[in-house]
């Protein structure tokens, strides 16, 4: 189970696991690092994924939007952490899409809701997530496709 207290090595760990699998198309490691059902909420609105196949779908678009962009880099650094009574945690991160090491838009801040689980810190929530139709054009559907 993980640790009742969020360290500053689970939040390192915890932005790796949410980055790498963009570039890689490990699945398996960003769906390890949520906890369903799984809100994002955007500026086009809410989308949330209920199902495993939900997961792979909205997974996949974004693979897609990665390679049209051409990123080579996801870079995510900490910008805060804050436990909540409840044994959440709200963390903090402000996100970098590169190519290149040129930005392909601007850099932005989202914050992710964690909770402790036997495998790890997972997310149920990102606020302020980007989606792919940001990028893609195409219109959001609350299944996240």
């Given at each position: 189970m993980s640790s009742a207290v969020f360290t500053d090595?689970?939040?390192?760990?915890?932005?790796?696991?949410?980055?790498?699998?963009?570039?890689?198309?490990?699945i398996?490691?960003?769906r390890a690092r949520i906890r369903l059902p799984?809100?994002?909420?955007t500026g086009s609105g809410q989308v949330t994924l209920e199902t495993d196949d939900d997961v792979a779908r909205n997974f996949r678009l974004y693979l897609n939007v990665v390679k049209v962009m051409g990123l080579?880099?996801?870079?995510?650094?900490?910008v805060g952490?804050?436990?909540c009574e409840d044994g959440t945690v709200?963390?903090?991160?402000?996100?970098q899409l590169l190519h290149n090491g040129t930005r392909m838009v601007e850099p932005y801040t989202s914050t992710a809701l964690l909770h402790p689980d036997p495998e790890g810190w997972r997310m149920s929530?990102?606020?302020n997530a980007r989606g792919h139709h940001d990028w893609?054009?195409?219109?959001?559907?609350?299944?996240?496709?």
């Open positions: 090595s689970d939040f390192a760990e915890f932005i790796a696991d949410i980055s790498a699998p963009f570039l890689t198309g490990e398996a490691r960003w799984f809100s994002m909420v080579n880099l996801v870079h995510r650094e900490p952490v804050e436990h709200l963390a903090t991160y402000r996100t929530a990102i606020l893609s054009g195409r219109p959001l559907k609350d299944t996240g496709e």
